[in-house]
């Protein structure tokens, strides 16, 4: 997968907001919200003010974004029919999501933001001027507090860490009562992440959810610990973004773990072995770690087999063959 970047008016809105505000203090907020994600919990925990809320889009939306959009990618791939025209993000912290909803989709017209954060929410909504996200419905609200509205397209983005272990089956079943079409669930590519997409999956399979990606199958996961499933995308970094995370190199790589589950009538592309990890070519051939419908398997292809080597050196780490 190429370098993600975010969207031109997203990245110019971002810039706007960040006109006269000191760097220093930009730069204290950004560490304390690196901090709790690296603590285990997602930024949004660390959110107080609107100046930690802009810290947050600082330094973690372009990755929260291009992880998001990966996976819309892949579901529009797998369900070429779809066309949603209804979002519920749940969890919407800036936006990020729907942004990366509306760049997969151009039918996405009725937008819902809901999040606890007043602060987040109302970024999202400068952020949102003047582009199609501005009509968004903006619900105030904690995801663990009932019924959710109904859409054809359902995202929770880096959202299910927010919630206690307890009540995250029952967020998931009712995430997916609201889900009209696909429902997509993006969570840290860390041990935790994956444990959380794991549960959520087994919830998803026991209500009839027909699972699109990043699975082949509905069988119990392969992967035994220490090893998980997640995947990494490469985002681009703006000057800004290197400062106030105090990088030099100019891009990221952001390791997330996801799970697309969609009803039956949507579901179009049959389900084909996922590559797990980054290939391994050498002078033989390429090493392929998959997951496919019989498990776990590691394929060789080799050089010597013209056709299938060029085919397999167009493969990256979450491609589906």
């Known amino acids: 997968m ?18 006269g505000r000191p760097r220093g203090d930009l730069a204290r907020r950004t560490a304390a919200t690196s901090a709790a994600y690296r603590g285990g919990r997602t930024s949004a925990a660390a959110i107080k003010d609107e100046g930690d809320a802009l ?32 979002l519920l993000d749940a969890g919407s912290g800036p936006g990020g999501g729907s942004w990366a909803a509306l760049e997969a989709w151009g039918s996405v017209g009725h937008v819902t933001w809901l999040d606890a954060s007043l602060p987040f929410l109302s970024l999202a909504a400068r952020l949102a001027a003047g582009s199609p996200l501005a009509e968004a419905e903006t619900r105030r609200g904690d995801l663990t507090a009932g019924a959710f509205p109904n859409a054809d397209l ?10 206690p272990e307890t ?66 995308v490469r985002l681009a970094r703006s000057r800004d973004h290197r ?34 990890a980054r290939p391994k070519a050498g002078k ?25 080597h060029a085919r397999a050196r167009r493969l990256d780490w979450g491609d589906a063959l």
Do not use: N
Not at 154 to 163: G, N, T, W
């Open 284 to 308: 033989p051939g390429i090493e392929l770690k998959l997951c496919s419908t019989d498990g776990l398997e590691q394929r060789f292809v080799a050089r010597r087999d013209k056709p299938a």
């Open 154 to 163: 359902v995202l929770a983005s880096y959202a299910l860490a927010e919630i």
């Open 55 to 86: 810290a947050y889009a600082l330094a973690r939306l372009p990755a929260t974004y291009a992880a998001t959009a990966a996976v819309f990618a892949e579901a529009r791939r797998m369900t070429p029919g779809f066309a949603p025209s209804s």
């Open 243 to 276: 400062l106030a995370k105090g990088g030099d190199v100019p891009f990221e790589d952001e390791k997330f773990a996801y799970l697309l589950a969609a009803r039956p009538h949507v579901v179009a592309q049959s389900r084909t072995p996922r590559v797990l």
């Open 167 to 232: 009540g995250q089956a029952q967020v998931v079943a009712a995430l997916w009562d609201a889900t009209g079409g696909v429902l997509a669930l993006v969570e840290p590519g860390t041990t935790g992440g994956y444990a959380r997409i794991l549960a959520a999956r087994a919830t998803l399979i026991a209500g009839g959810a027909e699972v699109l990606a990043p699975c082949p199958h509905h069988r119990p996961c392969p992967l035994a610990a220490p090893d998980w499933c997640h995947f990494s």
């Open 2 to 19: 190429g370098q993600m970047d975010l969207p031109a008016a997203l990245r110019g809105a971002i810039d706007r907001e960040l006109e």
